[in-house]
Antibody
Framework: QVQLQESGPGLVKPSQTLSLTCTVS??????????WSWIRQHPGKGLEWIGY???????YYNPSLKSRLTISVATSTNQFSLNLSSVTAADTAVYYC????????????WGQGTLVTVSS | QSALTQPASVSGSPGQSITISCTGT?????????VSWYQQHPGKAPKLMIY???NRPSGVSNRFSGSKSGNTASLTISGLQAEDAGDYYC??????????FGGGTKLTVL
């Protein structure tokens, strides 16, 4: 059974880069059947799709974040990562990683989520 | 890309049925049969409840059903139970190859 786990700093200073890693266990990130995704949720708000990456490195980004966003994949360690630059308080959110089934555009499973606060 | 439109809240009594709508455009909901629904309880990660408009993953109660008409998808929960309370989100594949979520609906079981 595939499981995903986010890791990274819980506190980031404004203007710095937010970096998170998602470790995939119980399955290979190199499977061509999936995209590996980041989704965030601002406190008390709804879900916002950030972007996803295919094992080959092909990326798809939310246009509203594209200029600050980099998602990468490390097949050797079965991990994928999120880098969001020039963060502000508006980037404070719970960040989830999730597996997207390529053929169906559905997200399952999800990681437990990690709260990242942007504050000085 | 604009978020899909969901009602902010719905409510129902135990045993009743409720329906949550999710309205998009012909470039997302109306153009593809790739609408999914997620249930989220406070402090928890979302859980997939419906995919491909009307398909239930293994383990999801058959009280949950999905449908679509034009640019609007719907999630129906029949025989409402207390544990169904929470937030529900729809999502859809888009013509750009991306994904968009709805704003979420808070379900209250009275």
């Amino acid at each position: 059974q595939v499981q995903l786990q986010e890791s990274g700093p819980g506190l980031v200073k404004p203007s710095q880069t937010l970096s998170l890693t998602c470790t995939v266990s119980g399955g290979s990130i190199s499977s061509g059947d999936y995209y590996w995704s980041w989704i965030r949720q601002h406190p008390g708000k709804g879900l916002e799709w950030i972007g996803y990456i295919y094992y080959s490195g092909r990326t798809y980004y939310n246009p509203s974040l594209k200029s600050r966003l980099t998602i990468s994949v490390a097949t050797s360690t079965n991990q994928f990562s999120l880098n969001l630059s020039s963060v502000t308080a508006a980037d404070t959110a719970v960040y989830y990683c999730a597996r997207r089934v390529a053929a169906l555009a559905m997200f399952d499973p999800w990681g437990q989520g990690t709260l990242v606060t942007v504050s000085s | 890309q604009s978020a899909l439109t969901q009602p902010a809240s719905v409510s129902g009594s135990p045993g009743q049925s409720i329906t949550i709508s999710c309205t998009g455009t012909s470039s997302d909901v109306g153009g593809y049969n790739y609408v999914s629904w997620y249930q989220q309880h406070p402090g928890k990660a979302p859980k997939l409840m419906i995919y491909g408009v009307s398909n239930r993953p293994s383990g999801v109660s058959n009280r949950f059903s999905g449908s679509k008409s034009g640019n609007t998808a719907s999630l129906t929960i029949s025989g409402l139970q207390a544990e169904d309370a929470g937030d529900y989100y729809c999502s859809s594949y888009t013509a750009s190859g991306l994904v968009v979520f709805g704003g979420g609906t808070k379900l209250t079981v009275l």
